[in-house]
């Protein structure tokens, strides 16, 4: 019987099956949960505040401007809207990144099996935060490219039908046919391209690379592993989601409660307003924090699992585990930051 690889921490330190990766991401996320959940809240809370401070700073300017004019005003609400919605983009993709950026850096303890702290967590982050958001949204412009041109089409189709019903013509089929193409030949590109360039955030936190850098890192790693990579990440995104429904489901069971809602005004008489307010009130909070670990778990599994694979990739083409395993058997620096795969 051969001799069992060394396990130190959360993998063994030999290739991995896809049991390993997806268990050594569960046990990364119960050994770090602190770290994991510390940073995940101080990243979607600062983007809630700064989200929510840009909304009241737009109602505020767009509610002084039709109360001067005393009119809709149509353009200014569009304005408004948009730059709402443009800085709510950018606060979840900044947010996003530290938590991309997060789940490697913890995982350079895990694999190890040392124990580390929010703030040397946070060290590892900051200065990768910018490389990690580059590589997201790199990923993002090209994936969005055949998307664009596949939404583009599906648009002109239903213009076209539009046109076809008030104009009795038949030549809306053309446009449908155009946007079904379109579908067919862009979609597969964009997941293409999403899978190759899925290692980047782990890349560019493990050996400190540029955005451009890890995508390049990433693209050699995934080469001949492209469908691992995309069934194992699939598999994980797929695990995230549906424990994340099922954690937001009681909530919304709760929320859809008779008294639970404005409209539940018994027809004997008013409601006690502080009763009212009360209920509304903790419905509303416990949803947003179901939503908020949900959303934390969602992001941060999977993230686990690829910074794994990426791990798993290093560990089969590199022979990179030998040399975590002499860094295991290391003591950590001063400030417990371990050693990088």
Request: with cysteine; hydrophobic share 55%; proline share 7%.
């Amino acid at each position: 019987m051969p001799p069992q690889p060394p396990k130190p921490g959360v993998i063994p330190l030999a290739p991995l099956a896809v049991s390993d990766l997806l268990s050594g991401a569960l046990a990364t996320m119960g050994r770090h949960w602190k770290q994991l959940l510390g940073l995940a809240l101080a990243a979607y809370g600062t983007a809630v505040v700064v989200f929510g401070g840009g909304l009241l700073v737009a109602f505020l300017t767009v509610g002084d401007r039709l109360k001067d004019t005393g009119q809709d005003d149509v353009p200014a609400l569009l304005t408004a809207f948009g730059a709402v919605y443009l800085l709510g983009v950018l606060v979840m993709l900044a947010a996003n990144a530290v938590v991309y950026a997060s789940c490697p850096a913890v995982l350079q303890d895990a694999v190890l099996g040392r124990p580390t702290t929010i703030g040397t967590v946070w060290r590892r982050v900051r200065p990768r935060v910018g490389a990690v958001l580059g590589t997201v949204l790199l990923t993002g412009l090209i994936a969005a490219v055949p998307l664009l041109l596949m939404a583009l089409t599906l648009v002109a189709a239903f213009v076209a039908l539009l046109a076809a019903a008030h104009y009795d013509t038949p030549e809306f089929g053309w446009w449908v046919l155009a946007g079904a193409l379109g579908m067919l030949l862009t979609g597969p590109v964009a997941i293409w391209l999403w899978v190759r360039f899925s290692l980047a955030p782990a890349a560019a936190v493990f050996e400190g690379h540029g955005a451009f850098a890890a995508l390049r890192r990433s693209a050699q790693l995934v080469r001949g592993a492209w469908w691992r990579t995309f069934g194992v990440t699939l598999l994980a995104t797929l695990m995230a989601a549906v424990t994340g429904y099922l954690i937001q489901m009681p909530f919304q069971f709760l929320a859809a409660l008779p008294g639970a809602g404005l409209s539940d005004t018994p027809t004997d008489g008013s409601p006690d307003a502080a009763v009212v307010v009360s209920l509304l009130v903790t419905v509303l909070a416990l949803t947003l924090v179901a939503q908020l670990v949900a959303q934390i778990l969602t992001a941060a599994f999977p993230q686990l699992v690829t910074a794994l694979l990426y791990v798993d990739q290093r560990i089969r083409r590199e022979n990179l585990a030998p040399a975590l395993a002499e860094a295991s058997a290391v003591p950590p620096p001063g400030d417990a930051s371990g050693v990088s795969p």
